[in-house]
């Protein structure tokens, strides 16, 4: 089933008149517990690494149960995904591999481990804009977990909560996710979400905070979109101008795109010099040694995997705020711009040229969950995310423009 979308090539986009339209910034949101659930709450105890039970052991043997993946399973270890039942994070069964995105989608400083798995005799097709074209059958699995410290993220020192999968069937994509027992055997379809305190160093500082895990209607929150086609569930992540960069398979750095072609997951890519590569994003990054066009692709593409999903004319859920985020989307927008449904807590303008801290867009990202509705995405996330709004201050003082009147 291959979607269809309007085109977004066009202008390079590099001014900050052609990001923001009249943004209300409503429905901006990552998957996590919705407002609309009742998710459970848990007193979860810690478990740091993969489990030594007798039951963890790997099997070099094991392939994907692809037939199971036509029906919703109850454990996570019945579609034998994973080599070791009990390590979603290494080691996939045949048509499995790994994959990074070059800009991370913030949920709480958590690590995330991502799956692909494409059934035999078929491939993906590439797309030079969108998620890949993948074929009935294929699996995308993100795993999260809580590191002890963000600066040493080893599974080791982690804790693992959950996998989320998205599974492409005959009629669409299906979100499932499952929660990882207290013995971190296996993980259960979650029916009703979880939400569980718990806490992680990030910078020298010890942040505490409540985890959340969302059910499958929840997930859809984010991963939603539609067009003259489709209306359902879709991946975010898998796109070309994310996966074109470097990945250690274990024998040094790869391109990420030429091994899905060489492990057979991919056809129809050009020449590698006709694929965009973002600039890759890190909470270590110092942003004032940026050069004016670096600093605004890093903005761009922070605003691209953290808002586009639902900022943009397919999006499920905010795309009739008239904020698209989509990288190279080329629509003339304007800057400065009045919240459509928010009263802005006594600020004016949602983006004021030059000036971050009078920017309604930066209140709603520092915001914290307290009730009050401010903060954005709404959803997937308890803690503030203060490296990407340090990047996104510094990619708005970075366009002065003209003073919003």
Not at 121 to 130: K, L, N, R
Not at 215 to 243: M, N, V
Not at 250 to 259: A, F, T
Not at 281 to 307: K, T, Y
Request: charged share 20%; aromatic share 8%.
């Amino acid at each position: 089933m291959r979607l269809s979308f309007p085109s977004t090539k066009g202008s390079s986009m590099k001014t900050i008149q052609t990001i923001f339209a009249s943004m209300a910034l409503v429905g901006l949101v990552g998957c996590g517990s919705s407002s609309e659930e009742t998710p459970e709450e848990d007193g979860r105890q810690r478990v740091l690494g993969i489990s030594t039970d007798s039951s963890c052991v790997a099997n070099a043997e094991s392939t994907v149960q692809w037939d199971l993946l036509n029906t919703n399973a109850k454990n996570l270890s019945d579609y034998q995904l994973f080599q070791n039942p009990c390590d979603p994070t290494s080691n996939p069964s045949p048509r499995g591999l790994p994959y990074d995105l070059s800009v991370p989608l913030f949920t709480d400083y958590a690590t995330k481990y991502r799956f692909v798995f494409v059934p035999e005799d078929e491939t993906a097709v590439y797309d030079a804009e969108e998620v890949f074209d993948f074929p009935v059958g294929t699996v995308i699995t993100k795993t999260f977990t809580v590191p002890v410290d963000t600066s040493d993220r080893t599974i080791t020192k982690e804790d693992i909560v959950e996998t989320r999968l998205i599974i492409k069937r005959a009629g669409g994509w299906i979100t499932l996710p499952y929660i990882w027992n207290d013995d971190r055997t296996d993980a259960t379809l979650s029916g009703t979400g979880l939400v569980f305190e718990t806490s992680l160093t990030h910078d020298s500082n010890e942040l505490t905070f409540d985890y959340g895990v969302p059910t499958s209607q929840g997930c859809l929150k984010c991963h939603q979109i539609s067009t003259d086609e489709y209306t359902g569930a879709f991946p975010i992540g898998p796109k070309a101008r994310y996966l074109n960069s470097d990945y250690d398979y274990g024998s040094g750095p790869e391109n990420q795109i030429s091994k899905w072609v060489a492990e057979g997951l991919l056809s129809g890519v050009p020449q590698a010099s006709e694929i965009t590569s973002l600039p890759e994003f890190s909470d270590s990054m110092d942003f004032a040694q940026l050069d004016e066009n670096s600093l605004d692709d890093l903005g761009r593409a922070w605003l691209d995997i953290n808002c586009a999903h639902c900022h943009r004319e397919e999006g499920g859920n905010a795309e009739n705020t008239n904020f698209n985020a989509l990288w190279g989307f080329s629509g003339s927008l304007a800057t400065c711009n009045q919240p459509i449904s928010y009263g802005g807590q006594g600020l004016s303008w949602i983006i004021s040229p030059g000036k971050a801290d009078e920017s309604i867009m930066i209140q709603r990202m520092e915001a914290v969950p307290d009730g009050s509705g401010d903060q954005m995405p709404p959803l997937g996330r308890d803690l503030v995310h203060s490296e990407g709004v340090e990047l996104i201050k510094a990619w708005i003082n970075a366009h002065p423009g003209t003073p919003c009147d």
